[in-house]
């Protein structure tokens, strides 16, 4: 069973910082893209980010590009988003889900954790 589980979000003034973790179990992390994906209330889900298995390859939303960075370790099944320049539309759920920017919806995706960006 695909279990997925963010940390690290908070409420972070307009301009901050804050770096999400996804520990994922349940698969071979290493063998599949990964993603990250945002939900703000009323608001459908919005892809943000996605990192290939070996991270050669990362690809962004444009709302977002140049401000967030994706990573991950392979040793300790573990993805992050480092967030910069936060701004108060960038408030919403942020969960990480297995697959690409495409096929993420059918991989599985964690409970999510908040982010809010206000002063």
């Known amino acids: 069973e695909v279990q997925l589980v963010e940390s690290g979000g908070g409420v972070v003034q307009p301009g901050g910082s804050l770096r999400l973790s996804c520990a994922a179990s349940?698969?071979?992390?290493?063998?599949?893209?990964m993603s990250w994906v945002r939900q703000a209330p009323g608001k459908g889900p919005e892809w943000v980010s996605e990192?290939?298995?070996?991270?050669?390859?990362?690809n962004y939303a444009d709302s977002v590009k140049g401000r967030f960075a994706i990573s991950r370790d392979n040793a300790r099944n573990t993805l992050f988003l480092q967030m910069a320049s936060l701004r108060p539309e960038d408030s919403a759920v942020y969960f990480c889900?297995?697959?690409?920017?495409?096929?993420?919806?059918?991989?599985?995706r964690g409970q999510g954790t908040q982010v809010t960006v206000s002063s």
């Open positions: 889900a297995r697959g690409n920017r495409f096929n993420w919806p059918s991989g599985g």
């Open positions: 349940g698969f071979i992390f290493g063998d599949y893209p």
């Open positions: 990192i290939s298995s070996n991270s050669h390859f990362r």
